[in-house]
């Protein structure tokens, strides 16, 4: 029996979805695109100043290994061989930075999380030399210049830390987002490990032409970054390497097996809810909030405080898609910032108990603006603040408030994506962690007040990734075609209340944001590191 059941699933594929706040392995089946085991570990992040945000790249990479380990183990267990895994998608957080000794394999300082603020500084300095009537950075990224992008943290690394100095010019440095320290260390590290990135990840670097789709010389220059530090860029869909672990580990039985898929996070959402064509869109809720539409071969810039990115490139001679992103810096952060920081919740799931007691926010508003507000604002000065409180406010009120600022944050960049796109999106596809929150979920309708529609399976991040390895040329086990693309069961949840409340409710928001914004005047100094 057992024999049959194996032949009867078909190839594999599994997904590595590294997030900021926890990994995952997952395995799908390639023909129904079910989810057939995963496993997933809580990272560390560690917050050694004010707005500093690191995370150990060693702790990152042992998080993988076990979450491979631990969903083969489970696979075992339901009498599945995992040998007919015939590839595997990485999927990450983007932005984040790590520079590493190709010789040792040893990361040369923490790596550097997209959420981190000590580079505000930096970036001051830097846009005092941009031409006002040539920003060329914005139009060769599609971004803003902000904390949040890798060429500005990178920058940080090259003043500051001495080993990452003396590593650069004795040409033993690499430099990689997320992916590409993943990427390099599980296809061998030391003993072979191949240096990549794919146009996704790269478009997030700063240093990435968007247009031409390679590392940009004059943007190396003004960043003053040393080109030979930096990956390969490679499509979002072809084989970079293959599986190749040197220590001693189960997960030795995927040696062998290509890497076949690369996107960033929010690029990997957007393909797992097949959101191929020109105007469809997602939002994703997990550490942040991010909202992309795709708009196919062509670059849109946003009038309305968007950035312009890569979607994917899936495969080495396919197009390239662009989609326009709304980035919200903390969303399911809040929830975790209310657990470990307040202590109000011993668990995430609890905000939905702590919410549902009072079913409003009774005039509380909480603006989570613990890293500045990304868009539409982009105002590095914003910090986080509860307003409207009384003597009778409590933490149920403040736990409503909390999920109520998600949504809010939400309805600010649709709003903004309808007005650059000029057609109102109908619905909200949504994906993410935060989703399992069914009051969130409701809210989230009522302050759009349009439907949202979520798919009853929402690792989408990881789907997306497994799509892409699974589609790539060499391995051909799953097919993007229309046709061949499972149906998905939704979730539906429509607007409750009447549109005048939800109306007002989302103008006294954006009252409680504009008292956030210019609490920080002056940087304190960035001070070297040792």
């Not at 998080?63 to 083969?72: D, F, G």
């Not at 202590?343 to 509380?364: F, N, P, R």
Request: hydrophobic letters at 40%.
């Amino acid at each position: 029996m057992a024999a049959a059941k194996k032949a009867v699933l078909g190839p594999l594929v599994g997904a590595v979805d590294q997030g900021t706040s926890s990994t995952r392995f997952l395995v799908f089946n390639s023909k129904t695109a079910e989810l057939l085991s995963h496993h997933q570990v809580e990272i560390k992040q560690e917050f050694p100043r004010e707005g500093w945000v690191e995370q150990d790249p060693k702790e990152i990479l042992q998080s993988v290994y076990e979450c491979i380990e631990k969903t083969c183990e489970k696979l075992g267990q339901l009498n599945i061989d995992i040998s007919n895994i015939k590839a595997i998608g990485v999927s990450n957080q983007r932005e984040t930075t790590v520079v590493w000794d190709k010789l040792t394999g040893e990361p040369l300082y923490n790596a550097v999380v997209w959420l981190d603020l000590r580079t505000q500084s930096t970036v001051e300095n830097l846009s005092k030399r941009i031409p006002g009537n040539n920003n060329f950075v914005k139009s060769k990224t599609g971004l803003p210049l902000s904390t949040y992008f890798s060429a500005v943290k990178l920058r940080w690394l090259l003043d500051n830390v001495k080993k990452v100095q003396k590593a650069v010019e004795e040409n033993r440095a690499l430099f990689g987002t997320i992916d590409s320290w993943l990427i390099w260390s599980l296809t061998g590290g030391i003993h072979g490990g191949v240096h990549c990135t794919d146009v996704t990840n790269a478009s997030r670097t700063m240093l990435f032409n968007i247009h031409s789709l390679e590392w940009d010389k004059e943007l190396c220059e003004f960043f003053e970054i040393p080109m030979e530090i930096l990956p390969n860029v490679r499509s979002s869909s072809e084989i970079y390497g293959l599986m190749k672990i040197s220590h001693s580990l189960k997960a030795g039985a995927l040696e062998g097996v290509p890497i076949s898929g690369c996107l960033g996070d929010q690029s990997a959402a957007l393909v797992g809810q097949m959101c191929f064509q020109d105007g469809q869109a997602k939002n994703t809720y997990g550490t942040g909030c991010f909202l992309l539409c795709n708009t196919g071969h062509k670059c849109v810039f946003s009038e309305h405080g968007l950035l312009t990115t890569v979607a994917y490139k899936l495969g080495r001679d396919k197009p390239v898609y662009y989609a326009l992103e709304g980035s919200v810096a903390i969303a399911g952060a809040v929830i975790r910032w209310l657990r470990d920081n307040l202590g109000i919740i011993k668990s995430s799931e609890e905000i939905e108990k702590l919410a549902k007691e009072v079913g409003t926010s009774y005039g509380c508003y909480f603006v989570p603006a613990f890293s500045g507000l990304y868009a539409p604002y982009w105002e590095p000065s914003a910090r986080g603040i509860i307003c409207g409180l009384t003597q009778f406010t409590n933490k149920c009120h403040i736990a409503f408030a909390a999920l109520e600022a998600v949504c809010f944050q939400t309805r600010e960049i649709l709003d903004a994506m309808n007005r650059d796109c000029g057609i109102p999106l109908s619905h909200l596809q949504v994906d993410g962690g935060m989703t399992s929150n069914k009051i969130l979920m409701q809210l989230q309708a009522d302050i759009l007040y349009i439907p949202v529609v979520k798919p009853s399976m929402p690792e989408t991040t990881a789907l997306g990734a497994a799509m892409a390895a699974g589609a790539a040329e060499g391995v051909g086990v799953w097919s993007l075609e229309p046709e061949d693309l499972s149906a998905v069961t939704m979730e539906r949840f429509e607007p409750q209340i009447n549109a005048e409340e939800s109306e007002i409710r989302y103008s006294t928001w954006k009252k409680a944001v504009m008292k956030s914004i210019g609490w920080v005047t002056t940087q304190s100094p960035e001070s070297g590191i040792p």
